[in-house]
């Protein structure tokens, strides 16, 4: 196919990327590079300035080289951990998330972070970088639902909040934490 478009002289260029490619840029990217939010319903993706993307969900050209404000871009920077995530709590009954590979946790209940909203959610397994957690879905404050297709995601370690009880049943499919779960959650989360 390449040699056909090249004969015919197009304008579609053909870039190779091999694993050797691959490999050395997962070996300069930092482990705890946080993932853009909601990745899958983008469709533009666009950097004007280092650590910050401009994302939207319909793609536009109108002032192709440089970006446009059509269709609500949003941006975001990729940073480290924020202060108040990272920090230990104050309070001893917190366990607040691990730092490196810890079985433990595997059939734990904890909380994880999706873009900024917490999910309660049982860990499924463990590796060195992540977190595999079967996750909630939340249908109010302090009120959770399993979904009827398990919602099972890798997070980063950064993204475990904190390990909590297992949450209370409430009606006829409804969960919600537990005063004390729900209250330490928010402590961490200011």
Partial sequence: MKT????????????????????????????DLDPVPQTMKLHQVYSDERNKLSVRVLSCFCAQPKSCECFEPSSFTFTTMTASMGSPSADPSIES????????????????LYDDMPFPGIVQDVDDEDFEVKVMHRIGQNRYFWPLLPDILWYKHSKVVCKIQEPLFVGSRHYQLSKKDYQCLLKLLQ
């Fill in 97 to 112: 998330r691990p730092s490196t590979t810890d079985t433990d946790w595997i059939g734990k209940w904890c909380v994880v």
């Fill in 4 to 31: 056909a478009l090249q004969q015919k002289e197009s304008s579609i260029r053909f870039f190779s990327v091999s694993q050797a490619d691959v490999e050395e840029i997962q070996r300069i990217l930092p482990a």
